[in-house]
């Protein structure tokens, strides 16, 4: 892995001023890399996210001490528009789509922030009918008829039409069926291997996401209890004590 893309340095997040989303949280991702935020319910995993993206404030959050740097720059006076200029991207909890607009129209609206010429919009749409053969099959259908994993590769091939250089995903696998949470990751896994772009994804599903990631952050009670790579962390059996056997014995369907 090369010198790192992005650079979370202590932060602190709070929300309403009082409420305390996360404290000391450092995290890094380099080029090329795959790495997992981890941990149960409530442990900061989405306010780090939303951190990073600059939509802290969406839910009346903001950083009190930290800072979050991409490619040397420091992110806390760009707005999240910015970031996806720059290569920033992220999926949100909850597969967003215009429900009202075509699977296409969706993904189409992905590529405009770029002010492509129509040769290159219709490329980078194939691009991901390639890698969503899925999606081509139901590109006239209203996005908010499809499957809830369809909607999830409509959110997802939607931010990749940004061409990102950083992925954030949040709880891809989230009241998904584990055979299409299983494509999912296999997908995200070929963008970063054939494509290189660097993913963050928060997973509440440890096994599964520890596959596919190169390292992993552990979150708890907005603080970070363990890091380093997947396969030492899957090994440690630290993580079966943290989960309590919730995510870790794989019950999330």
């Given at each position: 892995?090369?010198?790192?893309?992005?650079?979370?340095?202590?932060?602190?997040?709070?929300?309403?001023?009082?409420?305390?989303?996360?404290?000391?949280?450092?995290?890094?991702?380099?080029?090329?890399?795959?790495?997992?935020?981890?941990?149960?319910?409530?442990?900061?995993?989405?306010?780090?996210?939303?951190?990073?993206?600059?939509?802290?404030?969406a839910q009346r959050g903001s950083l009190r001490r930290g800072a979050i740097r991409w490619q040397?720059?420091?992110?806390?006076?760009?707005?999240?528009?910015?970031?996806?200029?720059?290569?920033?991207?992220?999926?949100?909890?909850?597969?967003?789509?215009?429900?009202?607009?075509?699977?296409?129209?969706?993904?189409?609206?992905?590529?405009?922030?770029?002010?492509?010429?129509?040769?290159?919009?219709?490329?980078?749409?194939?691009?991901?009918?390639?890698?969503?053969?899925?999606?081509?099959?139901?590109?006239?259908?209203?996005?908010?008829?499809?499957?809830?994993?369809?909607?999830?590769?409509?959110?997802?091939?939607?931010?990749?039409?940004?061409?990102?250089?950083?992925?954030?995903?949040?709880?891809?696998?989230?009241?998904?069926?584990?055979?299409?949470?299983?494509?999912?990751?296999?997908?995200?896994?070929?963008?970063?291997?054939?494509?290189?772009?660097?993913?963050?994804?928060?997973?509440?599903?440890?096994?599964?996401?520890?596959?596919?990631?190169?390292?992993?952050?552990?979150?708890?009670?907005?603080?970070?209890?363990?890091?380093?790579?997947?396969?030492?962390?899957?090994?440690?059996?630290?993580?079966?004590?943290?989960?309590?056997?919730?995510?870790?014995?794989?019950?999330?369907?």
């Amino acid at each position: 892995m090369s010198a790192s893309f992005l650079d979370v340095e202590s932060i602190e997040a709070v929300y309403g001023a009082s409420i305390l989303g996360l404290r000391d949280v450092s995290l890094s991702v380099a080029k090329g890399e795959i790495v997992a935020l981890i941990g149960p319910n409530g442990a900061g995993k989405t306010t780090t996210l939303r951190a990073i993206s600059n939509l802290l404030g969406a839910q009346r959050g903001s950083l009190r001490r930290g800072a979050i740097r991409w490619q040397g720059e420091a992110t806390g006076r760009l707005d999240p528009a910015d970031l996806v200029a720059r290569g920033i991207v992220q999926v949100l909890e909850g597969r967003h789509v215009f429900g009202q607009l075509t699977v296409e129209e969706n993904l189409l609206t992905g590529g405009y922030l770029r002010r492509p010429s129509r040769r290159q919009l219709a490329d980078d749409l194939e691009r991901i009918y390639a890698w969503f053969p899925r999606l081509k099959q139901r590109r006239g259908a209203k996005a908010g008829l499809t499957s809830g994993g369809e909607q999830q590769m409509v959110a997802i091939g939607r931010a990749l039409m940004t061409r990102p250089t950083l992925l954030l995903l949040d709880e891809p696998s989230m009241g998904l069926a584990p055979i299409i949470v299983a494509e999912i990751f296999e997908i995200v896994a070929r963008l970063n291997r054939e494509e290189g772009v660097s993913v963050l994804v928060a997973e509440q599903n440890a096994n599964l996401v520890l596959d596919h990631a190169h390292r992993a952050v552990v979150l708890e009670s907005g603080r970070v209890v363990a890091s380093g790579s997947s396969a030492d962390l899957a090994a440690s059996g630290r993580l079966g004590a943290l989960y309590l056997g919730g995510a870790e014995a794989g019950t999330r369907h």
